[in-house]
């Protein structure tokens, strides 16, 4: 019995293999500058994580905002101090109160002008403003966390598409045997 081994390579699938691999380290690297720019950035604000309060500071208070985590911390410590400074109240909330505060001025006679001075809409304006610079800062964190997360999905596809051009890569050759029986001399 005599064997014959034959390789194919389909030229195709290895190129395709060859530029999923390429991809993937792309997005590799990518999903690892994104994430490297982000830490960056949060690092030169100098943030610090804010206790919550007191008694629950939180397991991450007190760490320097570097990442997902600790900016997802800060974000929560920031609403926390935002709706206390509020009365519980949000920045929405606090602009229906001042409508209505001022709905009753208007009522009662009181000149707009006036009523920009009134002491309870000099208190609930001031209390807006806090609600709305927690809110704005609280967005710019949850953008950070956001950024971190396209970045390790980039970084994870990036590495599934280097793993699937690795297997095309190995599947583009093709190797057949063949085996034929040797003939039998012929007898007389």
């Not at 956001?146 to 994870?156: E, P, S």
Request: charged residues 15%; positive net charge.
């Amino acid at each position: 019995m005599s064997t014959t081994t034959t390789n194919t390579t389909n030229p195709a699938v290895k190129l395709i293999g060859l530029l999923t691999i390429i991809a993937g380290a792309i997005m590799i690297i990518a999903g690892g500058v994104t994430w490297g720019a982000v830490t960056s950035q949060l690092k030169d604000e100098a943030i610090t994580v804010s206790a919550v309060t007191e008694e629950a500071p939180g397991s991450l208070a007190g760490k320097p905002v570097a990442g997902p985590f600790t900016a997802f911390a800060q974000a929560n410590a920031i609403k926390h101090h935002a709706l206390t400074g509020a009365n519980g109240r949000t920045y929405a909330q606090i602009g229906d109160d001042i409508k209505a505060a001022k709905a009753t001025l208007t009522a009662d006679g009181v000149s707009d002008a006036d009523q920009a001075k009134d002491a309870d809409v000099m208190k609930l304006t001031a209390a807006r403003t806090s609600a709305m610079n927690g809110s704005f800062l609280r967005t710019a964190l949850f953008s950070s966390v956001i950024a971190y997360g396209v970045a390790a999905l980039v970084i994870g596809l990036g590495i599934l598409f280097a793993a699937l051009g690795f297997a095309l890569r190995s599947i583009s050759t093709t190797t057949v045997v063949t085996s034929a029986a040797k003939p039998v001399p012929a007898t007389a």
